[in-house]
C-alpha cells in the first residue's frame, strides 16, 4: 500500500517562508509527476506546482518567482519551498503523485496540511 505523508505547514506573516515535504512510501516501483495542489474551504482544488521524472516544472502564475519545487528520487519525496507569502496563499495544501507500485499505477493523496498567512 502507498502513502504520502506531508509536514511543514503552519502559520506565518506576510513575507515570511515555509517549506512543505510530502514522503512517499510503500510498493513504490517507480513514481512519475508529483505535485502540490491548495484547496481553500468552499473552492475548488488548484494546481501549484508540479514536477515530472525528469525534473521539468511547471507553476501556476500567482507562485512563479516565489515557489519552489524540487524532489529527491531516492528519499521519494516532493519539497515546496514557499517564500514571500501573501494572506492569500492561506489554503490546506495537498502533496499528488503518480506512483508505479507492485499492484498498479495510480495516483495518490496526502491528508493535506494547512498553511496559513497573517498579515
Known amino acids: 500500500q502507498v502513502q504520502l505523508v506531508e509536514s511543514g505547514g503552519g502559520l506565518v506573516q506576510a513575507g515570511g517562508s515555509l517549506r512543505l515535504s510530502c514522503a512517499a512510501s510503500?510498493?513504490?516501483?517507480?513514481?512519475?509527476?508529483m505535485g502540490w495542489y491548495r484547496q481553500v474551504s468552499g473552492n475548488e482544488r488548484e494546481l501549484v506546482a508540479i514536477i515530472g521524472a525528469g525534473s521539468n516544472t511547471n507553476y501556476r502564475d500567482s507562485a512563479k518567482g516565489r515557489f519552489t519545487i524540487s524532489r529527491d528520487n531516492a528519499k521519494n519525496t516532493v519539497y515546496l519551498q514557499m517564500n514571500s507569502l501573501k494572506p492569500e496563499d492561506t489554503a490546506v495544501y495537498y502533496c499528488?503523485?503518480?506512483?508505479?507500485?507492485?499492484?498498479?499505477?495510480?495516483?495518490?493523496w496526502g491528508q493535506g496540511t494547512q498553511v496559513t498567512v497573517s498579515s
Open positions: 499528488n503523485a503518480e506512483i508505479l507500485s507492485r499492484m498498479s499505477l495510480a495516483d495518490y
Open positions: 510503500g510498493s513504490i516501483v517507480s513514481i512519475n509527476y
